[in-house]
């Protein structure tokens, strides 16, 4: 009957998501996005999470000279958080439209971010922020 199949269905991408989704902001995300500020995006790809969020947390906050993980690394991981599994996923271009964005609003340095926010080999714990 159509409405099992769909209820499979609906179990089925439950289970894919529960797979790629992440308490965890990868390292190699953050290396490979963090790190390379002012490279270009190509103009088809997209991510509508990262191109409406607020970023006003993360800009207001994190603000040199003075940047400590307190001020830059927190806020950052309330914005990515809720989106890991596609930061995560380095074929995704969220990751890199998300620091391209932050770059551009808050005018930071290059690799402020993958230089500033470490927490251990699994990367950064989201625990908090999920
Ligand atoms: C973004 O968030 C700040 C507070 O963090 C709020 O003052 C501001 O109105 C928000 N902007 C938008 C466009 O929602
Ligand atoms: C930067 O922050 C640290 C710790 O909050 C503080 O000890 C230090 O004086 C600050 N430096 C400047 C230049 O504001």
């Known amino acids: 009957m159509g409405s099992k199949q769909s209820l499979l269905l609906v179990f089925l991408s439950f289970l894919m998501l529960g797979f790629v989704s992440s308490h965890h902001l990868s390292n190699e995300g953050l290396e490979l996005h963090g790190s390379s500020s002012g490279r270009s995006l190509q103009q088809d790809q997209t991510c509508p999470e990262v191109e409406n969020m607020n970023y006003t947390v993360l800009t207001s906050q994190c603000k040199g000279p003075n940047y400590t993980q307190e001020r830059c690394c927190e806020p950052m991981k309330q914005l990515l958080c809720p989106i890991a599994a596609k930061f995560n996923d380095l074929s995704s271009p969220c990751g ?10 808050g005018n930071y340095p290059p690799r402020l971010f993958a230089g500033l926010c470490k927490e251990g080999k699994k990367g950064l714990d989201c625990r908090k922020y999920i």
Not at 100 to 105: Q, R
């Open 96 to 105: 890199r439209i998300f620091f391209c964005n932050v770059d551009y609003l």
